[in-house]
């Protein structure tokens, strides 16, 4: 009898756990098929067919549908779909294939996942999440979020009323982070900044005074630190590291990036190029070992360096981002940490002192010769749009999704570095999207002379680079963009 109660017991727990589970399954992973007006500057309305995903009004546009709407506009566009690709070219006329403009089929919704599918624009390679949906025609048709296709025709958008999309082919995309965060936009991040390097103005910010677990951005001041020992000469790019143990058993873990053996050698330049590219752990805790005996050492240099610098928020732990855990009985879970001001302040300055830094970090993908190895960047923006010269990425549980861009903008005398931060996204496809918007509106808002000066800047130390070598290269890099600029103009 006993063990028959215990076995009804048993079975009651895990109808009870099923039970439980249910609402988290159920909420994950569909799309609701659904309908959309749209409205273009023309007059005429259009049936677009949309998808909501996961969540009600998460809303993806059928781009078939849409470039029906635009065929006979300045912003036309033709679009080949397939299976995991998508090629879009603005400024084509679109081929319709049959069954643009109207509404879903009764019955199931489509069987789809939202990813990073192959995106092309003009040929090139480009970075967006879409759906992709095969068609009772038996063609297929990409679906893509209004503001990500608004920004790749440079169009103006508005939503004048529930299930309904206006688009002013005649209207550049503007972005109002006011107005977004009016509606409450900025609630799905923890912190945002918005500001040009050079001069300090900061043109947006977001609880950007607040500090924020930064995860993998860390490796900013990781890398400052390498540009300040190479600079003075207590290391060089051509240098062999040999890989520690240490080093090799973090390359082994669920957070390995780089394959490493401890005894192994690989160079400095290697080195850099894999922490600040796909963001190496293990070449990162290669870095620090080499410049100061060690993690724990190097750790103490970048608080201190961050002390230095004004970095009020600033608390590192290691020297990659990840968490880590203390030696108490009951350990506590660390994080390195900051605010969007504190990195802007960071950033500002390496830039300023150390412009080479993103010679490397616009790169798209590099050889690790000393592995023989390929990398690539995982900062998106990189892809989707110009002008964009890094700089770093970071994700934990903790941190969120984190993304540092700097773009380039010239007002006609000096070349400026624009910085968008963006800290604590709910995952990678809002941090590209939030990063997307806020560097067009760094843009916008240089250009338009734009922004908070005075006492709301943020004051940046050294102004100047602090080094010659650092100083003349900086001369040197812009020179050759002008010389480039002007090669092409004749």
């Known amino acids: ?22 609402p988290y399954d159920a909420q994950a992973g569909f799309e609701i098929p659904g309908v959309s007006q749209v409205q273009t500057d023309a007059g005429t309305a259009w049936v677009v067919k949309a998808l909501d995903h996961d969540y009600e009004r998460n809303t993806y546009y059928s781009l078939r549908d849409i470039a029906m709407a635009l065929k006979d506009t300045d912003k036309s566009f033709s679009l080949e779909v397939t299976k995991n690709a998508i090629a879009l070219n603005p400024g084509n006329a679109y081929t319709p294939v049959g069954g643009e403009n109207v509404p879903w089929e009764t019955g199931e919704g489509p069987d789809t996942s939202l990813r990073r599918n192959e995106c092309k624009i003009n040929g090139e390679t480009v970075s967006y999440y879409t759906l992709i949906v095969r068609l009772p025609s038996g063609y297929y048709d990409c679906f893509m979020m209004a503001a990500d296709l608004a920004m790749i025709l440079d169009v103006g958008i508005g939503f004048p009323m529930a299930g309904s999309l206006q688009i002013d082919t005649q209207k550049s995309f503007d972005v109002s982070p006011e107005a977004l965060e009016e509606a409450g936009y900025f ?27 930064i995860a993998s951005t860390s490796k900013l001041m990781t890398c400052l ?80 360096r961050a002390l230095e610098l004004g970095l009020s928020q ?66 998106p923006m990189l892809s989707n749009l110009p002008g964009v010269t890094g700089l770093k990425t970071g994700t934990t549980n903790k941190a969120g999704a984190c993304l540092v861009t700097s773009l380039t903008a010239d007002d ?68 050759r963009k002008r010389w480039a600029a002007d090669e092409t103009v004749e």
Request: hydrophobic content about 45%; overall charge negative; glycine content about 8%.
């Open 314 to 379: 600033a608390a590192f732990f290691n020297c990659n981002g990840l968490p880590c855990y203390t030696e108490d009985a009951i350990p506590a879970k660390q994080q390195n940490r900051m605010s969007a001001e504190d990195m802007f302040r960071l950033v500002s300055y390496l830039l300023k002192v150390y412009p080479q830094v993103t010679d490397i970090t616009s790169l798209k993908s590099a050889v690790l010769t000393s592995l023989g190895r390929e990398v690539r960047n995982t900062n």
């Open 225 to 304: 630190l390498t540009m300040e020992a190479l600079s003075a000469g207590q290391i060089s790019l051509e240098e062999w590291v040999t890989v520690s143990p240490a080093a090799q058993l973090l390359s082994e873990s669920s957070d390995g990036v780089i394959p490493m053996e401890a005894g192994g050698q690989i160079t400095v330049q290697d080195l850099l190029l894999g922490t600040l590219l796909p963001s190496s752990n293990e070449c990162a805790l290669c870095l620090a070992e080499r410049i100061a005996g060690s993690e724990e050492a190097f750790v103490q240099r970048m608080n201190q």
């Open 1 to 22: 009898m006993k063990t028959f109660l215990q076995k009804i017991c048993s079975l009651m727990l895990v109808v009870l756990l099923v039970c439980a589970a249910l």
């Open 412 to 479: 006609g005398t000096t070349e400026h570095d624009l910085v968008v931060i963006v800290f604590g996204s709910e995952d990678s496809v809002e941090r590209g999207r939030v990063s997307g918007l806020l560097a067009r509106y760094a843009l916008q808002a240089f250009y338009a002379g734009a922004g908070e000066r005075g006492e709301e800047a943020v004051q940046v130390p050294g102004n100047l680079p602090v080094h010659g070598e650092a100083a003349v290269d900086w001369i040197l890099r812009t020179a």
């Open 187 to 213: 609630y799905g991040v923890n912190g945002v900044l918005v500001g040009d390097a050079a001069t300090g103005e900061v043109y947006y910010r977001y609880q950007a005074d607040a500090p924020w677990a």
